[in-house]
């Protein structure tokens, strides 16, 4: 999962950030530091999967600042902080905003190593998921009207027979339309349909 991974570094303390630079890339990540999150937040490209290990304390922008500030953009990424004198509180806040992991410095390498691991685990999964909805959402465009009226009633677990009785369409005729439904959806099977579209939302303005 590591090799040429990406890991943000935000650390103000130059003799740490440069420290962690170099065991990062030495166990084969790819590293972006940055030394206040002014910079990180302006220079950092969203990549996937990648993981941001981030120092709580920190000038003008804290840690939980910039936790806030990726929300704020829609960038899910998953975040290790790293402190040696966080309060209570702030660890408590950074948790309920979805950090994955607190380090306390000094912390070792296998400490830093698993934690990372774990969120790029989460950002890879993140990442097929969001490319997965974006493939449905497309397919979904192509269908007809009655196509994706077909497609809801397949997804709520409606045979032909049921369709046909739901919708006044001839039996025959629904399963034509359900034939269509899955030859535009790119799948060969009624569970693979379901598997695909697992946590799909159509748009409002669906037909």
């Not at 990424?77 to 992991?101: C, Y």
């Not at 192509?142 to 196509?147: F, G, I, K, N, T």
Request: net charge negative; glycine share 6%.
């Amino acid at each position: 999962m590591n090799k040429g991974a990406q890991v943000y570094l935000v650390d103000d303390d130059d003799d740490i950030r440069f420290h962690l630079t170099d065991l990062l890339r030495l166990l084969n990540y790819s590293v972006s530091a940055f030394g206040n999150a002014a910079e990180f937040l302006m220079g950092a490209p969203p990549i996937a999967p990648a993981v941001l290990v981030l120092d709580m304390r920190m000038p003008v922008m804290n840690g939980l600042d910039v936790q806030q500030a990726l929300k704020s953009q829609g960038w899910g990424l998953p975040i290790v902080f790293i402190s040696g004198e966080s309060q209570s509180q702030e660890i408590i806040d950074a948790m309920k905003g979805g950090a994955v992991d607190f380090l306390w410095k000094p912390f070792t390498h296998t400490q830093l190593k698993a934690a990372i691991d774990k969120c790029l685990a989460l950002d890879q999964a993140r990442s097929d998921t969001e490319k997965r909805l974006a493939q449905v959402s497309q397919r979904f465009a192509s269908l007809s009207p009655r196509e994706v009226m077909i497609f809801e009633l397949m997804r709520s677990g409606h045979g032909n027979k049921a369709i046909a009785s739901l919708t006044g369409i001839m039996a025959d005729t629904v399963k034509k339309h359900r034939a269509q439904v899955l030859a535009k959806m790119q799948v060969e099977t009624l569970a693979d349909l379901l598997t695909l579209c697992k946590d799909f939302a159509p748009p409002a303005d669906h037909p």
